[in-house]
């Protein structure tokens, strides 16, 4: 199985920072790679796709990058919204895997 | 615009079988490039795929947990479930169904997931 490895597992931020996680596979994975934003109670959303395209209605704030083995994901500006865990997944092989997490959470 | 609802028991004694359903509302679940999916997510801890099924009813296993799962689909009923037997303790997470598709890679939509506890 690929392991994916995320990087903070948390991270305490004030609205307006500039926030990057980072996401590691255990092999190349190309960029199928996927982000999803998770709140508790709330469907997950799927934010980012093939590691750097913004999914429909996604502010531009976030964004995606990488290749192989690493990855980030940035929200440029925070917003009070975007407290929440996030998780990145491999789509290179089967099983799927997810990272582990990254909870983001208001300083 | 499809939408995605988790419905079974929040309790299951352990050794006995965990039962979720998934309703598809907002369009057919008899999508070709769609395959029905299960994730869930133990108390603190990731998220973990566990399989799901093609409304034709071909369907696709995490290793990790093949020998206790089944999934079946119900096309008529836009439903499609999830039974994992033999539970324990470690069953105990929110359980989420969604739709994958094969063509991308990702899941989208989900539910809002269903937090399934195993005790006695």
């Known amino acids: 199985d690929i392991q994916m490895t995320q990087s903070p597992s948390s991270v305490c931020a004030s609205v307006g920072d500039r926030v990057t996680i980072t996401c590691r596979a255990s092999q190349g994975i190309s960029t199928v790679l996927v982000w999803y934003q998770v709140k508790s109670g709330r469907a997950p959303k799927l934010l980012i796709s093939a590691a750097s395209t913004l999914h429909t209605g996604v502010p531009s704030r976030f964004s995606g990058s990488g290749s192989g083995t690493d990855f980030t994901l940035t929200i440029s500006s925070l917003q009070p919204e975007d407290f929440a865990t996030y998780y990145c997944q491999q789509a290179y092989s089967f099983p799927v895997t997810f990272g582990q997490g990254t909870r983001l959470e208001i300083k | 615009q499809l939408q995605l609802q988790e419905s079974g028991p929040g309790l299951v004694k352990p050794s006995q079988t965990l039962s979720l359903t998934c309703t598809v509302s907002?369009?057919?679940?008899?999508?070709?490039?769609?395959?029905w999916g299960w994730i869930r997510q133990p108390p603190g801890k990731g998220l973990e795929w566990i399989g799901g099924?093609?409304?034709?009813?071909?369907?696709i296993y995490n290793p990790s947990l093949m020998s206790r799962v089944a999934f079946s689909v119900d096309t008529s009923r836009n439903q499609f479930s999830l039974n994992l037997n033999s539970v324990t303790a470690a069953d105990t997470a929110i359980y989420y169904c969604a739709g994958y598709i094969t063509s991308s890679g990702w899941f989208d939509p989900w539910g809002q997931g269903t937090l399934v506890t195993v005790s006695s």
């Open positions: 099924i093609h409304y034709t009813g071909r369907s």
């Open positions: 907002g369009g057919s679940i008899s999508i070709s490039d769609y395959y």
